[in-house]
């Protein structure tokens, strides 16, 4: 029984020793838990956690590429058209100092792809928006309307007032859908506006009889469902060219979302940065046939931004201008400098400050804000170390966002932004020494953590982080196949190789151990004898 003992204890001290050599050639920061081990205990799988609504939309937006927005408004139905973005403004993290004085009664300067927040003024309250309004009303015709198809001219255009800006259209002319918004954006014709929204409407309608009464009231409803499919949040309109009605309203944060779809639509961005336009409504399409009416014309832009003035503007690529004696003088105003795209909007303010009160606060926003890219769409914000892993699939998750993170800060804080990351209570497993963990298993894109950035030690945004990779769970059998793959990896390095000469000598000496154990120290046979007793032979014949 005792020579039993002896066995099993010199075997366990020999696979002992060969289970601790399957650690050799790790670094030396390697845990204890990171080397080979058959954890088994196990984890209920765990269920993905909403998305939080906080500004990761805004984070997605600012992404170029990216603000992934949300995707369940409606798309377009023809090519080329702007898609609706549902979307919600955010504001800056951090304000910069010096924003100009604004005398309009409602103000916002905004990112153009981001939706940004850079400066306000009573941005959601009750504005009469005039002829921005057409912003809206070109984005509704791109959604049915190619800019190349040809519309006639009807007898809508006799349904305006006498006292509205006009394109000039005649009864039965010809033209592009593309020239007629150059008509509504460029000299503002309430006139181009009745045309565009009774082709679209009676498009949309499959009905090409329909009264113009008919297609008003069919396009207005067109317009107010595009402003709640672009996260409008105080608009309803009642026609299509902004001409004043006490129904017929919006506010600047619409009217700014409303800019920023609209400058994502080429053929639109292309017409609004035009100082003006000479040439035939239909392109010349018609030269051959006088029996088709079209029209030469000679437009030139509104936007005092845009043409050659007092008031122009370097930066300045649009967008619209608008005025009413109840909504005073608006202008929305885009510009680009550098990597930076702004959208400015004034409403009822007045003449010529909206001018210079529009370029104060473009420069405003180029000159005391910088566009940082906190994070790439997928790269890795830092590695989280895990447990309960399988450990082929190494020892850390990367930790990331859905989307780029990008955001506008001011010049005096880029450096200042600090960064601290949480893991959610669900996933979390916290070590003797304070290391914090994430448990597997891990599904990609489960959201896992929250990253939280402080600038000068005030907390200015949250936003949710997601696995970057799939983790299983650990298992005895992983673990033993990661323990082998990691011994044999490291077999043939120093380190290696001298355990290996250790281990062949301690199961060198553990043999001779167990054959001494079994022969004896002198040779002993079964019985009792020897093969050298001489002295007992001698004995037994002296007695």
Request: with cysteine; glycine share 8%.
């Amino acid at each position: 029984m005792k020579k039993r003992w002896h066995k099993v204890l010199a075997l366990t001290l020999a696979a002992a020793l060969c289970l601790g050599a399957v650690g050799c050639g790790k670094d030396e920061g390697t845990t204890e838990e990171q080397q080979v081990t058959t954890e088994t205990e196990g984890t209920e799988g765990q269920e993905n956690t909403e998305n939080q609504e906080n500004k990761e939309d805004a984070a997605a937006d600012q992404a170029e590429g990216a603000k992934e927005p949300e995707t369940d408004g409606a798309t377009t139905e023809t090519e080329g058209t702007a898609a609706a973005t549902p979307t919600t403004l955010q504001e800056v993290w951090f304000q910069a100092d010096g924003a100009p004085t604004i005398t309009a009664e409602s103000a916002l300067l905004i990112d153009q792809e981001s939706g940004t927040i850079l400066y306000e003024k009573n941005a959601k309250e009750k504005i009469y928006p005039a002829s921005v309004t057409k912003i809206i009303t070109a984005l509704v015709v791109m959604d049915y309307l190619q800019p190349d198809e040809i519309i006639i001219v009807g007898t809508e255009i006799n349904e305006v007032t006498l006292d509205s800006s006009k394109a000039g259209h005649v009864l039965n002319e010809k033209l592009t859908v593309e020239n007629a918004l150059r008509g509504l954006l460029m000299p503002s014709g309430n006139d181009s506006a009745n045309v565009l929204a009774a082709a679209t409407a009676r498009k949309a309608e499959n009905d090409q009889d329909m009264s113009f009464a008919k297609c008003e009231a069919v396009f207005t409803d067109l317009m107010n469902k595009k402003a709640e499919e672009l996260g409008a949040v105080n608009s309803h309109f009642t026609n299509a060219h902004g001409y004043h009605d006490e129904n017929h309203y919006s506010c600047a944060y619409d009217m700014a979302l409303f800019a920023m779809a609209f400058m994502q639509n080429e053929t639109l961005a292309e017409i609004v940065s035009e100082k003006s336009f000479s040439g035939n409504g239909a392109d010349g399409q018609f030269a051959d046939d006088p029996e088709v009416i079209t029209q030469d014309y000679n437009w030139v832009s509104h936007n005092y931004l845009i043409t050659d003035n007092e008031y122009q503007y370097a930066y300045a690529t649009g967008i619209k201008t608008g005025f009413t004696d109840e909504a005073g003088e608006c202008l929305t105003a885009s510009a680009e400098k550098g990597d930076m795209k702004l959208i400015s909007l004034l409403f009822k303010g007045s003449d010529p400050a909206r001018w210079t009160e529009s370029a104060s606060l473009l420069e405003y926003g180029f000159n005391n804000y910088a566009r940082v890219e906190l994070t790439a769409a997928g790269a890795a914000i830092e590695e989280v170390p895990l447990t309960k892993h399988n450990k082929l699939q190494g020892d850390t998750v990367p930790l990331v966002y859905q989307n780029a993170l990008v955001t506008y800060l001011p010049t005096n804080a880029v450096d200042s932004v600090e960064t601290t990351v949480t893991i959610l209570d669900d996933y979390k497993v916290e070590e003797k020494d304070g290391t914090v963990k994430v448990k597997a298993p891990l599904t990609k894109g489960e959201e896992i953590a929250t990253v939280t950035y402080t600038i000068d030690g005030k907390e200015v945004a949250q936003m949710p982080a997601y696995a970057g990779a799939d983790i299983e769970k650990g298992t005895i059998f992983n673990n033993i196949w990661y323990g082998l793959k990691t011994f044999f990896s490291h077999l043939f390095s120093l380190k290696g190789l001298i355990t290996v000469v250790v281990i062949v000598v301690i199961l060198a000496i553990i043999y001779l151990i167990l054959k001494r154990m079994r022969y004896g120290g002198g040779y002993r046979r079964r019985g009792g004898y020897t093969l050298k007793s001489p002295s007992r032979r001698r004995g037994r014949r002296r007695w």
